[in-house]
């Protein structure tokens, strides 16, 4: 695919300093086959958006989960000497959602790693994240993304807690699959307080169209694109802009950033 993205005449690639506004915003497409979806980000938000309908009200909603202990290794280092720590999980249940796990240690890694790593571990309907006793941390933060996808009205019940993974959970909390937001659910553990958190997924209607077809995306009708927009309120400091799209067969390409600076 052919992409040509600029800001004010600024090619991909470049950083540049600006005192005027408003900026033009300038992308150009070519796709090998129909494009489906355009999208201009922001300081890494969408901002401007081509191809996306309005969801309709019994549209599936999609959440990503994220666990994060950020003072594990710290607490495990200060506890070295107590190795008959339990292990500690989070699980995600829900009654029709469909759940599949979205981190993935790189390549590169695989061969060097041994025992067993805190991964959210998948079966219908339901995902468990572990932190084995005997990890003292480094590639969770690769692993720990699990996505549901469901009907907004779902109960999603998450639970934490200590030990085997069938013990009672020290931790309970029901919600609605779209009421899932935010820091959901938070708390005390071996690895010092964790807590986990929920974004609505960008891309959720994306997903959307291949379920409800035969896996191609809605067309735009063209395999050309090319508009110009103006952003008449940059924000102050420094800002990135880059764009991405997205053909009916579901093959993505990406621009690279393009850095401004207000003066």
């Known amino acids: 695919m052919l992409v040509d993205f600029r800001v004010d005449d600024h090619a991909m690639g470049e950083s540049f300093a600006s005192a005027g506004t408003p900026r033009r915003v300038h992308l150009k497409l070519r796709g090998v086959r129909e494009l489906a979806d355009v999208v201009v980000f922001r300081n890494g938000v969408p901002w401007r958006v081509v191809g996306r309908a309005e969801p ?56 060097m790693l041994q025992g067993e790593l805190p991964v959210w571990k998948v079966a219908p309907h339901e995902a468990v ?17 699990v996505r549901l996808r469901g009907p907004a009205e779902d109960r999603v019940t ?24 935010g820091k959901v659910a938070r708390g005390d ?5 964790w807590e986990l958190q929920a974004r609505d997924s960008f891309d959720a209607p994306l997903s959307e ?7 191609a995306l809605r067309s735009l009708g063209t395999r050309d694109f090319e508009q110009e ?12 802009y880059y764009a991405r799209t997205v053909q009916v067969d579901g093959e993505t390409a990406w621009s690279s950033p393009i850095y401004v600076t207000a003066r």
């Open 129 to 145: 994240f572990t932190w084995a006793a005997g990890y003292d941390g480094y590639w969770e933060k690769a692993l720990a993304r």
């Open 189 to 193: 553990s071996p690895l010092g307080p």
């Open 56 to 111: 309709a009200a019994s549209a599936s909603v999609e959440r990503t989960l994220t666990f994060d202990a950020p003072n594990a290794k710290e607490s495990l280092a200060a506890n070295a000497a107590n190795v008959a720590r339990p292990p500690f999980w989070v699980r995600v249940r829900a009654a029709a959602c469909e759940v599949e796990a979205a981190g993935e240690v790189p390549s590169f890694a695989r061969a």
């Open 229 to 240: 927009w103006s952003d008449d309120e940059p924000p102050p400091g420094r800002a990135w």
């Open 209 to 215: 169209q291949r379920a409800a077809g035969d896996g």
């Open 158 to 181: 998450i639970e934490a807690g200590m030990g085997p993974a069938d013990a009672a959970p020290a931790f309970t909390k029901t919600a609605a699959l779209r009421d899932v937001a």
